[in-house]
C-alpha cells in the first residue's frame, strides 16, 4: 500500500481526488462500522483510494486518532485498497505514521503572493484606490520587491500604523484584490483575550477551530492582522517564528507560511506606543513600520466626492429624486474642517442624505 501526506488547501486536495471513481473517507468508514449508523451507510466491496482529510480528522476522538494505522491496515485487507491519501494530519497523527509506515511525503504547497508583474500593477493603481498616504504606498511597493530578491523563507511583515479610518485596512485589501483576487486572511486581533485565545492559536484539541488550521486551509498567502498591538503579549508570541521563518506552529500543526505578506495594523500614533505593547524582540521582526497620515483638505475633499458618487449610484431611484446632490456636497465641504477619517466622511454624508429624505416624506405625507 502506498500511503501519501499531501500539505495543501483543501479545495487544492479535492481536485487531486476527483480523478479516483470509487473514494472511501476515513469519516464515513468510521461512522458506517460504528452501532449507531450501520443502517444508513454502506460500504461498497473496493476502493480505488483511501483519503483521510483534515475535515475527517477534525470530526474524531483521541482514540480513533491513535487507532488510525490499524484503521488503515483493516481498510487494506477488506476493500482492496492500494493508495491512500492524508491530507494536513495533525503533528500526532504524522507522527504515529511515520513510527509504523513508510510515507511518501508530498512537497508542502506554496502560495505565491508576488510577482514581477504584479508589483507593477499595484504601483499603477495604488492611487485609484487609496488616497493620500504617497510616503506609506512608495515604502509598502519597496517592500513588496523584498520578496522576489530573497532568497530564505522570512515572509513580508509589515506594520501600518496611524489614525482609524485613514486607510491601513484597505490597503491591505487593495494589496489582496491586485496580488490575490481579492481573497485575505484575517484576525481582529483586539478581540483575542484569555483562554479561548490562548487555545485558538496555541492548545487546541484537534477537532476545535485554530488559526493554525484556518492557515492550513487558506487560498491566500496575505494575512491581516487587525490591531496586533492590542493582543496580549502571550498571544503575541505565537508569532515569531511566522514572522522570521515562515512557519506557524502550535500544537497540533506545522503550517509552511513562506513568501507571504503578513500585514498588522495598529491605531497607535508613534512607534514608541507600540514597543511599549509589542515585544522589542518581536517588533524587530517587522520589515516596516510604517506610519498612515491623516488626511489633508485637499484629500478629504476628494473623499467626499468619491463618497457622494458611490452612494448617488447605489441608492434607490424612488430616494434618489428626493435628494439635492449638490447641497449634500456643499455641506460636507462648508465642515471639511470637522471630518476626521473616511468612516467620519462616509456616515456624515448618509446622515445629510437621510435628512433630505426625510423632509421630502413629510411633506409628501403631510
Given amino acids: ?23 472511501l473517507y476515513l469519516g464515513d468508514y468510521v461512522r458506517a462500522i460504528g452501532n449507531e449508523q450501520k443502517d444508513t451507510i454502506n460500504l461498497e466491496e473496493s476502493y480505488d483510494l483511501f483519503v483521510i482529510a483534515s475535515n475527517d480528522l477534525s470530526g474524531i476522538n483521541n482514540h480513533v486518532m491513535e487507532g488510525i494505522r490499524r484503521i488503515i491496515n483493516l481498510v487494506e485487507d477488506n476493500y482492496g485498497v492500494s493508495d491512500v491519501y492524508l491530507n494536513n494530519p495533525t ?4 507522527e504515529t505514521l511515520k513510527n509504523n509506515l513508510v510515507l511518501e511525503i508530498n512537497e508542502p504547497y506554496v502560495l505565491q503572493s508576488v510577482s514581477e ?29 523584498k520578496l522576489l530578491i530573497r532568497t530564505n523563507n522570512k515572509p513580508l511583515v509589515l506594520m501600518l500604523y496611524g489614525n482609524p479610518g485613514i486607510g491601513k485596512t484597505e ?12 481573497e485575505i486572511v484575517r484576525e481582529q486581533m483586539s478581540m483575542v483575550q484569555g483562554e479561548e485565545g490562548l487555545k485558538y492559536f496555541k492548545y487546541t484539541h484537534h477537532s476545535e477551530h485554530s488559526f493554525s488550521k484556518k492557515l492550513q486551509n487558506r487560498t491566500s498567502n496575505i494575512i491581516l492582522l487587525d490591531e496586533f498591538a492590542r493582543a496580549p503579549f502571550y498571544i503575541q508570541d505565537s508569532f515569531f517564528q511566522m514572522f522570521d521563518e515562515g ?10 507560511m513562506r513568501k507571504s505578506i503578513i500585514i498588522c495594523t495598529s491605531n497607535f500614533l508613534t512607534e514608541e506606543q ?12 517587522f520589515d516596516a ?23 448617488e449610484n447605489s441608492i434607490l431611484e424612488k430616494y434618489d429624486s428626493m435628494v439635492d446632490w449638490n447641497k449634500v456636497h456643499e455641506i460636507l465641504i462648508d465642515n471639511i474642517k470637522g471630518l476626521t ?16 429624505i426625510l423632509q421630502e416624506l413629510k411633506n409628501k405625507f403631510k
Wanted: charged content about 35%; aromatic content about 8%; some cysteine.
Fill in 274 to 285: 507600540m514597543r511599549n505593547n509589542i515585544d522589542n524582540a518581536l517588533l524587530s521582526r
Fill in 1 to 23: 500500500m502506498k500511503i501519501t501526506v499531501f500539505f495543501e488547501p483543501e479545495n487544492e486536495f479535492n481536485e487531486r481526488i476527483n480523478c479516483f471513481e470509487n473514494v
Fill in 341 to 356: 477619517n473616511m468612516r467620519h466622511i462616509k456616515g456624515i454624508i448618509e446622515e445629510v442624505v437621510a435628512d433630505e
Fill in 91 to 94: 503533528k500526532l497523527t504524522l
Fill in 247 to 256: 512557519v506557524y506552529e502550535d500544537n497540533n500543526y506545522k503550517v509552511d
Fill in 289 to 311: 513600520l510604517i506610519k498612515y497620515e491623516d488626511f489633508n483638505d485637499g484629500e478629504k475633499e476628494l473623499i467626499i466626492k468619491q463618497s457622494i458618487d458611490s452612494i
Fill in 117 to 145: 508583474e504584479k508589483i507593477v500593477e499595484v504601483e499603477s493603481e495604488f492611487d485609484n484606490f487609496i488616497i493620500g498616504q504617497e510616503t506609506a504606498k512608495k515604502i509598502i511597493i519597496r517592500n513588496l520587491l
Fill in 171 to 182: 490597503t491591505a485589501k487593495f494589496l489582496a484584490k491586485q496580488l490575490n483576487g481579492g
